[in-house]
């Protein structure tokens, strides 16, 4: 069945109050959508990633003058050898960065598009099931406006639990190491003895020695209740100092949500970089290759817990055995507002720590088209 119309979309989607991570401020978030259509059929397939605060002109501008020409007149079926083709038709311009986050769009476009002609779930075409699926509630951001740091994660956790969450993830590395112990102080307090709570640093420690004062910090401050994980301490490119940390803490170290293709997590799997890893779809180059690294991972006896994206990635969550959690934002939050531009109906719902995995055919996303309307930027 051939391809015979690939559009993309930028949009950008700002953020309420001012909010920031260890390493960067969080304005707004850049989005590229891209749908994908063939004449035999009425279904579209929709497909999207995330490009930061900035980039989704350039992920848009990517898939239009890159990748639609190879896709265009191509087989829709044919989903991994269009995957290898558009990787190895990008040699000179991608293998890395916003080409493979293009590519990671257009490919759960053609997933979506092939479960839909289908009529049926992405989960259930995958080899899985339509099942709740195990969740955490994240956040933990740098917000000035909400107060005082330590009452700011406290008056968080409290409203993860009010939803429903027992197991909840915090930022650290934005503040001096004593600050952000104390603020690990008060998430463990008010969890009150129930569930886990993972740490994330995005990056923000200088070196392994640096890091480990960082963790040593955290484990005492969580005392006997214990860290779930302590995620991405160091760069990404630093294999070494991840694998040595992984070495020597009690609690597990997490990594991957940067990195792309099955090769990046190929040297973090045999150089034992990391006791969980988490691939995110829209960054590591689609749901073809978040399958090969998903599968890899198992092989090795590494669980997973993917990066944001709980709308994609909780069907394939329920398709992945080694999946320990979903990464889920509250929409009231405002930290990842993917779903103001997805009908009500779609959004993602949640149970007891969970969250429900659409029953409907393809990935069950349904776009507003008046708010991508709106929030659309030319390109």
Request: aromatic share 8%.
């Amino acid at each position: 069945m051939p391809i015979t119309a690939v559009t993309a979309r930028a949009v950008y989607i700002p953020l309420k109050k001012p909010t920031r991570i260890s390493t960067r401020i969080l304005n707004k978030r850049d989005f590229v959508i891209v749908t994908i259509r063939c004449d035999e059929s009425d279904a579209v397939g929709i497909g999207y990633s995330y490009l930061g605060t900035a980039g989704g002109r350039v992920g848009a501008t990517a898939v239009e003058d890159l990748l639609a020409p190879v896709l265009l007149g191509a087989d829709a079926n044919h989903i991994q050898g269009l995957w290898d083709r558009l990787f190895q038709e990008t040699l000179l311009t991608g293998r890395r960065g916003v080409v493979v986050r293009a590519i990671a769009a257009v490919d759960m476009a053609l997933w979506d598009l092939a479960a839909k002609r289908r009529g049926m779930p992405i989960s259930v075409m995958l080899g899985g099931s339509v099942r709740p699926v195990p969740a955490y509630a994240s956040g933990g951001y740098y917000r000035p406006d909400d107060g005082p740091w330590a009452d700011a994660v406290r008056d968080e956790i409290r409203f993860n639990v009010a939803n429903g969450f027992t197991d909840h993830k915090i930022k650290v590395g934005g503040l001096s190491i004593e600050q952000d112990a104390e603020r690990v102080r008060a998430a463990i307090e008010a969890m009150e003895g129930r569930g886990r709570l993972g740490l994330d640093a995005n990056n923000a420690y200088r070196d392994f020695s640096h890091a480990l004062e960082a963790a040593r910090a955290f484990e005492r401050a969580a005392g006997s209740h214990g860290l779930w994980w302590f995620e991405e301490p160091l760069s990404p490119e630093d294999y070494e100092g991840h694998a040595r940390l992984s070495r020597v803490l009690e609690t597990r170290v997490a990594t991957g949500e940067i990195h792309q293709t099955r090769h990046e997590f190929r040297r973090l799997l045999e150089e034992r970089s990391a006791d969980l890893l988490q691939p995110d779809m829209c960054v590591l180059g689609g749901v073809t290759e978040w399958l090969r690294i998903a599968k890899t991972a198992e092989t090795f006896g590494i669980g997973i817990a993917p990066h944001w994206h709980a709308n994609a990635h909780a069907p394939l969550a329920a398709a992945a055995p080694n999946c320990i959690a979903v990464e889920h934002f509250i929409l009231e939050k405002d930290i990842y507002n993917f779903e103001t531009i997805v009908t009500p109906q779609t959004r993602l719902r949640t149970g007891e720590n969970t969250v429900l995995v659409p029953d409907a055919p393809g990935f069950g996303t349904e776009l507003d088209e008046d708010k991508v309307n709106f929030y659309s930027v030319a390109t």
